[in-house]
């Protein structure tokens, strides 16, 4: 695939009818200048508005993926954004003169020929592709689970489920040009019998027909022709979640695993994939410092603390929400003394460290007490303890302590600590307060 990003030579013209709208309509896929990324335009309202095909539009789900911006809409634009994504086009104008795109056969076929009628170019700028270094994982109620891995390349694997345990297939590829071409871009959407008749009581495949859809009916398939492929559900579904995840806007190498995958579960993942994107590039998460007296800096946890490099692990109290709960911080650097050895060439804050900065954050809140200023506090026991991400150089380490329970110099303390919103560790901890 291109090191440069890539646009369409030229426009180029589809006319079908919308799968669940059952208009006519006219797509054209128009080139697009560098860092566009996809854009749709409806050219049959006025002022001819555009919706960027973002995660963040995503207004429905059902059955298809829908985006809005204001009252404007564009509904199942999953197989034209697959198919501009699989054959390697990082930007493009998607205009329409009505609110959905043609339904075609239901595959994204007829957009891979359109590209191809099109043709593809490259541009100036280098393509920016994600390496997913850490997984990233997301599974919703329906039992739907979708998990992203490391890989140095873009693969998706699938697990179609139907209802009641129904054609459970399975499909594996890695995805570029050739392989969509080939593989995923013919494969066709499909529904099952019993799902037709709600469908059309909400609106929706008004468009539909045995031409440009799969139906189910008990174990039967019923189409116009023979299945394309003997685990065609299975490949759709993976046409779906490539369409759907790049509604993220980033690109990225990296193995997509789904289990029984639906439009609703892939926006979601689009949606924390660009979570976690914004994560790994902010050096540190924005927030801003309260001025009041109950911020602490280093000077004054040194005089309220007894530990010592290297064992002083939070840097300033940022605020107390109450006498018995406070947030502080840790800002680590690749200079801290326990990376060099863990672990060298793939550095990762120990876990017992993090344990002792939320101690130490929970001191703070028993130590700066008149009665206690000048005791020293012992760990008794660290209870219910999870580590759930790595912390590593570059990271911001927010601590947050709570005072649960304090008698007779015994206390207990619930603490967190988390990385840009997200929670890396907790626990539950009693300590003793002794004279020194």
Excluded at 142 to 164: A, C, E, H, Y
Excluded at 203 to 228: H, T
Excluded at 245 to 261: D, E, Q, R, T, W
Excluded at 383 to 402: H, Y
Aim: hydrophobic share 40%; aromatic share 6%.
């Amino acid at each position: 695939m291109s090191a440069m990003e890539q646009t369409l030579a030229s426009q180029a013209t589809l006319e079908g009818t919308s799968l669940h709208t059952g208009e006519k309509v006219t797509l054209t896929i128009c080139p697009a200048p560098e860092g566009h990324g996809f854009r749709f335009r409806r050219v049959d309202l006025p002022d001819k508005p555009f919706i960027d095909a973002d995660a963040s539009k995503v207004q429905t789900v059902e059955r298809a993926t829908t985006l809005a911006e204001g009252s404007v809409r564009v509904h199942t634009v999953e197989h034209v954004i697959s198919a501009l994504v699989g054959m390697g086009v990082d930007n493009a104008l998607i205009e329409m003169d009505s609110n959905e795109p043609p339904i075609g056969d239901g595959s994204a076929k007829p957009f891979v020929e359109l590209i191809k009628k099109a043709g593809i170019v490259e541009q100036t700028t280098p393509r920016k592709i994600w390496e997913v270094r850490e997984p990233i994982h997301l599974e919703t109620g329906d039992g739907s689970l979708i998990t992203i891995v490391p890989d140095k390349q873009f693969r998706v694997s699938v697990t179609n489920v139907g209802k009641d345990g129904r054609f459970v297939q399975y499909f594996s590829s890695v995805v570029n040009p050739e392989t969509y071409e080939q593989e995923i871009a013919p494969a066709r959407t499909f529904t099952f019998y019993e799902d037709i008749k709600p469908l059309l009581d909400k609106g929706l495949i008004k468009g539909g027909s045995l031409e440009n859809a799969v139906v189910v009916r008990g174990d039967e398939i019923m189409s116009k022709e023979p299945m394309r492929f003997d685990n065609e559900f299975a490949r759709h579904k993976a046409l779906d979640v490539i369409g759907d995840l790049m509604l993220s806007g980033k690109k990225f190498n990296g193995h997509v695993i789904a289990v029984k995958p639906g439009h609703g579960p892939n926006t979601q993942m689009a949606q924390l994939i660009q979570k976690e994107y914004a994560d790994m590039r902010a050096m540190v998460p924005p927030f801003k410092l309260p001025e009041a007296e109950a911020v602490l800096d280093i000077k004054d946890i040194l005089k309220i603390l007894p530990h010592r490099y290297p064992f002083l692990l939070i840097d300033r109290v940022t605020g107390f929400s109450s006498e018995m709960k406070c947030t502080a911080i840790k800002n680590l650097t690749m200079n801290e003394e326990f990376f060099q050895g863990h672990f060298p060439g793939h550095p990762v804050m120990p876990g017992v460290l993090q344990l002792e900065a939320m101690a130490q954050a929970a001191s703070v809140l028993i130590m700066r007490m008149p009665d206690n200023q000048g005791k020293i506090g012992y760990f008794l026991s660290a209870d219910k303890v999870k580590f759930r991400k790595p912390v590593v150089p570059g990271d911001t380490l927010f601590i947050d302590a709570e005072i649960t329970s304090f008698r007779r110099g015994i206390g207990t303390a619930s603490a967190t600590c988390s990385v840009n919103g997200t929670t890396v560790s907790s626990a539950e901890l009693k300590f003793a307060i002794v004279e020194d």
